[in-house]
């Protein structure tokens, strides 16, 4: 696995950007299925599908645009208790990494305090082993906060140019 300043590179946040059909969800099944590869039972993958829970395969739990707000209310739970124990966690099967993947994003940012909570998930998630892959077609100011924002561009990147084509 490639390192970066000691971190795994899968130990970063990640986005996915890339107009419709251009391939974000194909994209994003190929990064969970390789991540449980490398890495079994010490990751857990965490979804939130705006358009509708059970599209992805691969997540160990899953919710819509409407459970947003809890889940990574609970993310950040798990934050808070791995940071008061440990300064940098150490995945386990009994404690995984926790990846949560956002699948067509935009409905969730416009929601504020579901914005707010992936921001502070974003700021503090990765000392715990808790960490995102936001796909989105959308990275207008209007629909991103400026702070949430700069934690995704200047993380790992990835742009879906070409539209996905049926054999």
Sequence with gaps: MREREGNPVNATHHLI???????????????????????????????IEPTGPGRMAGLDRTVGADQAAALLTEALAVVAERTARHRDHEPTPNEPRIRIVIDDAEPVLRDTETAHLLHRLAATGRTAAVTTI??????????????????????????????????
């Design 17 to 47: 950007v890339g107009r419709a059909c251009s391939g974000k969800t194909r994209t994003l099944q190929q990064l969970i299925a390789a991540e449980k590869a490398a890495h079994g039972p010490a990751v857990a993958v965490w979804g």
């Design 134 to 167: 936001v796909a989105a077609s959308d990275m207008t100011a209007a629909t991103w906060l400026p702070a949430l924002r700069r934690h995704y561009v200047n993380g790992e990147v990835t742009i879906c140019e070409h539209p996905r084509t049926e054999a």
